[in-house]
């Protein structure tokens, strides 16, 4: 006997949207339905299970790799599927969210690939989780344009063979969709309705256009996580009836856990693997959170001194290139993130130097390709990958056997010369409130002293601010010696809410969300208990 047809899911809370009927037909939400009933209970005992890992971090202060898959690990005989030739070259990424004008310019970027992000760069307000799947479906079927109201400027996609090679991430595990619930009223998990539609309504659309459903898969702590994707990937593609191994997933290792499993990552996905990428913000952001009571050698110096050339932040790239090349994988280096000035050459001039040197040095360490987060630094990243690639479409024949990377390694934070500083927590305070404030406003992209941030950035802020009060990091400033403490804080903060009124003018300040995200961002970095994420309160005060 077949199992019953799962109940219907409820859309909750929300105001009907244009077009709205396309993307949540009552198909999709079947769809999504069974995801739902299949998958969610695993991804909360996967929840709980995060818990009692980060319990035993605090009790050990240590990380290891896993005795229980060494044997996955001795195994030189797996590698992952063969890349399909739309994924094979990606020298170039360009990241960013899903609003109509952000898709027509990345696809048109001259990027071998666009990372489509329904997560870190883009508010989960219901209106944005919906357009964008509105908008990626137009994108497919090249019925999208737009016009800038304010510029009257025009904007269409280029041919096909020049358009950039779509990878849609979903949001992560921890996120749930309270504007879709089920029968209980028990919300979806974002990630399973951002990936539920998306595949749904797409996935036999680009195996049409010659390309396929490839997704960017956030947050991953463990290879349990992993498997847990891999199941939803075997599952989708047998409901839709397309061939398995049709998915493809690249996984971000962004958190200091996953980053001692990276081979098991590859191994429990190697039907559906990619490739690996090496997320900066928020693996520094899971390194205080999971060693946040971890004394004073966990400590980090301001976020712009951890650069990836830190000995531990050199050993998380060079294990993840050896990894990725061994099984068969790409490398994706990490974010570009610097926005051009349109008033300031000599501040570019600096800026894509620095880019150039990294872009550089990633493609000279092995790296397959790298992320941009502007158009505009497209052929900086292409020419430093090029030089190294030429006609090649990228370097998996690099094994970097030359690396050895212990387990300590990577967890050496007091390895980097570089202390907190005062002006580091101005600056985390600053970025903090500034990036709070628009996401609440529903952007998640948001360039903030001509730098690209996302929730990642908001994240690493209000941890490093949490971390030197809770570990009585003193600053030079002015001459004396300060204490990290919740009053200094507050201090900095409300002369920051200050100086952006007087910046903007009260007209500007009073219909935007400054003092909320003063409170907020307070909150999350000054309360005992630690937050798991921002964005779980920040959720419960978005609009929308």
Same mark, same amino acid.
């Given at each position: 006997?077949?199992?019953?047809?799962?109940?219907?899911?409820?859309?909750?809370?929300?105001?009907?949207?244009?077009?709205?009927?396309?993307?949540?037909?009552?198909?999709?939400?079947a769809f999504v339905a069974?995801?739902?009933?299949?998958?969610?209970?695993?991804?909360?005992?996967?929840?709980?299970?995060?818990?009692?890992?980060?319990?035993?971090?605090?009790?050990?202060?240590?990380?290891?790799?896993?005795?229980?898959?060494?044997?996955?690990?001795?195994?030189?005989? $797996?590698?992952?599927?063969?890349?399909?030739?739309?994924?094979?070259?990606?020298?170039?990424?360009?990241?960013?969210?899903?609003?109509?004008?952000?898709?027509? +310019?990345?696809? +048109?970027?001259?990027?071998?690939?666009?990372?489509?992000?329904?997560?870190?760069?883009?508010?989960?307000?219901? !209106?944005?989780?919906?357009?964008?799947?509105? +908008?990626?479906?137009?994108?497919?079927?090249?019925?999208?344009?737009?016009?800038?109201?304010?510029?009257?400027?025009?904007?269409?996609?280029?041919?096909?063979? !020049?358009?950039?090679?779509?990878?849609?991430?979903?949001?992560?595990?921890?996120?749930?969709?309270?504007?879709?619930?089920?029968?209980?009223?028990?919300?979806?998990?974002?990630?399973?309705?951002? @990936?539920?539609?998306?595949?749904?309504?797409?996935?036999?659309?680009?195996?049409?256009?010659?390309?396929?459903?490839?997704?960017?898969?956030?947050?991953?702590?463990?290879?349990?996580?992993?498997?847990? $994707?891999? !199941?939803?990937?075997?599952?989708?593609?047998?409901?839709?009836?397309?061939?398995?191994?049709?998915?493809?997933?690249?996984?971000?290792?962004?958190?200091i856990t996953a980053a001692?499993?990276?081979?098991?990552?590859?191994?429990?996905?190697?039907?559906?693997?990619?490739?690996?990428?090496?997320?900066?913000?928020?693996?520094?952001?899971?390194?205080?959170? +999971?060693?946040?009571?971890?004394?004073?050698? @966990?400590?980090?110096?301001?976020?712009?001194a951890v650069t990836m050339?830190?000995?531990?932040?050199?050993?998380?790239?060079?294990?993840?290139?050896?990894?990725?090349?061994?099984?068969?994988?790409?490398?994706?280096?990490?974010?570009?993130?610097?926005?051009?000035?349109?008033?300031?050459?000599?501040?570019?001039?600096?800026?894509?130097?620095?880019?150039?040197?990294?872009?550089?040095? !990633?493609?000279?360490?092995?790296?397959?390709?790298?992320?941009?987060?502007?158009?505009?630094?497209?052929?900086?990243?292409?020419?430093?990958?090029?030089?190294?690639?030429?006609?090649?479409?990228?370097?998996?024949?690099?094994?970097?056997?030359?690396?050895?990377?212990?387990?300590?390694?990577?967890?050496?934070?007091?390895?980097?010369?570089?202390?907190?500083?005062?002006?580091?927590?101005?600056?985390?305070?600053?970025?903090?409130?500034?990036?709070?404030?628009?996401?609440?406003?529903?952007?998640?992209?948001?360039?903030?002293?001509?730098?690209?941030?996302?929730?990642?950035?908001?994240?690493?802020?209000?941890?490093?601010?949490?971390? $030197?009060?809770?570990?009585?990091?003193? @600053?030079?400033?002015?001459?004396?010696?300060?204490?990290?403490?919740?009053?200094?804080?507050?201090?900095?903060?409300?002369?920051?809410?200050?100086?952006?009124?007087?910046?903007?003018?009260?007209?500007?300040?009073?219909?935007?969300?400054?003092?909320?995200?003063?409170?907020?961002?307070?909150?999350?970095?000054?309360?005992?208990?630690?937050?798991?994420?921002?964005?779980?309160?920040?959720?419960?005060?978005?609009?929308?």
């Open positions: 006997m077949s199992a019953p047809a799962p109940s219907p899911l409820a859309i909750v809370d929300a105001e009907p949207l244009p077009r709205q009927e396309e993307v949540l037909t009552d198909a999709a939400l069974e995801l739902h009933r299949r998958f969610t209970p695993r991804r909360d005992e996967l929840l709980a299970r995060r818990a009692e890992r980060r319990a035993e971090i605090a009790r050990t202060s240590t990380l290891d790799f896993l005795p229980e898959t060494a044997a996955i690990r001795a195994d030189d005989s $797996w590698k992952v599927a063969p890349s399909p030739e739309a994924l094979n070259d990606r020298r170039v990424e360009i990241t960013g969210p899903t609003d109509r004008k952000m898709t027509i +310019n990345a696809l +048109n970027s001259g990027a071998k690939v666009w990372l489509a992000d329904f997560e870190d760069a883009s508010a989960p307000t219901w !209106e944005n989780v919906v357009t964008g799947q509105v +908008n990626m479906a137009d994108a497919y079927t090249r019925s999208i344009d737009f016009t800038d109201e304010r510029t009257g400027k025009s904007y269409a996609l280029k041919a096909p063979e !020049e358009l950039a090679t779509v990878v849609m991430r979903p949001r992560g595990w921890h996120l749930n969709e309270r504007h879709l619930v089920d029968a209980e009223g028990t919300p979806v998990p974002g990630a399973l309705v951002d @990936f539920g539609l998306y595949f749904f309504h797409n996935a036999q659309r680009l195996l049409d256009l010659g390309k396929g459903p490839y997704f960017y898969l956030p947050k991953t702590e463990s290879h349990l996580e992993a498997r847990l $994707w891999n !199941e939803v990937f075997v599952f989708a593609q047998d409901y839709v009836g397309i061939p398995q191994g049709t998915v493809r997933a690249t996984v971000l290792i962004e958190t001692y499993e990276m081979e098991e990552i590859l191994y429990e996905l190697r039907d559906h693997a990619s490739g690996l990428n090496a997320g900066r913000w928020d693996y520094l952001f899971s390194i205080v959170k +999971n060693f946040r009571d971890g004394g004073q050698k @966990f400590v980090l110096p301001d976020r712009n050339t830190a000995p531990f932040m050199r050993a998380y790239t060079e294990l993840l290139v050896r990894t990725c090349h061994k099984r068969g994988a790409h490398a994706i280096g990490g974010m570009a993130a610097f926005i051009p000035s349109r008033r300031d050459e000599e501040v570019n001039k600096v800026a894509f130097e620095k880019v150039k040197a990294d872009k550089d040095r !990633e493609a000279g360490d092995g790296f397959d390709g790298s992320w941009v987060a502007h158009p505009d630094l497209v052929p900086i990243a292409m020419a430093s990958f090029d030089a190294v690639l030429g006609d090649r479409p990228n370097q998996k024949d690099r094994l970097r056997e030359d690396v050895d990377v212990k387990a300590a390694d990577l967890i050496a934070v007091d390895s980097l010369d570089a202390r907190p500083t005062y002006d580091g927590l101005v600056n985390a305070v600053q970025v903090g409130i500034r990036y709070i404030e628009a996401w609440l406003r529903g952007l998640g992209a948001v360039a903030i002293f001509n730098l690209m941030e996302d929730a990642a950035t908001a994240e690493i802020s209000r941890s490093q601010i949490w971390q $030197w009060i809770n570990a009585g990091v003193e @600053f030079e400033h002015d001459g004396n010696m300060v204490k990290a403490t919740p009053e200094l804080t507050r201090e900095i903060a409300d002369r920051e809410l200050a100086d952006i009124r007087a910046e903007i003018g009260e007209e500007a300040f009073t219909a935007g969300r400054w003092q909320q995200a003063h409170d907020l961002l307070l909150t999350v970095a000054l309360d005992e208990d630690y937050a798991d994420f921002l964005t779980l309160p920040a959720y419960e005060q978005l609009a929308g």
